[in-house]
């Protein structure tokens, strides 16, 4: 597990797995654009009221806050990040199928399947 630090001295708690730096390098490899990053995003929904989000992304928004690790780009909104706080993105291969999950120390309950989340 590696902290995370942005690019412009702002240190989030927001931490990686090796396991999940390791598929980011998989898709953004396959994908051949150096300006790629996983954007990690929380939006209104799911079964539980919020849900994490997960896409790749060239370009970076005003209130974007832009952390690489190892190599791997990842975006946060500074509105997202608030939720985030001391969360660990993680990426796992199993008998549910390949996805990336957030363990999410902020979340008072979760949803089965990890994908969503209530504060």
Known sequence: MTRLDSEFDVQSDLT???DAVQ???QL?????NPDLRLRVYIEGG?????QYGFQFDDSL???DLPIECEGVKVV??????Q?????????????????????NPNASATCGCGSSFSI
Do not use: P
């Open 28 to 32: 953004l490899e396959a994908r051949n």
């Open 46 to 50: 799911g079964c539980s009221g919020f």
């Open 61 to 63: 928004e005003e209130d």
């Open 16 to 18: 990686i797995s090796s």
């Open 83 to 103: 939720y985030l706080s001391g969360a660990e993105i993680d990426f796992k291969d199993d008998i549910m199928g390949s996805r990336f999950l957030v363990n």
């Open 23 to 25: 598929r980011i390098n």
């Open 76 to 81: 946060v909104d500074m509105l997202s990040l």
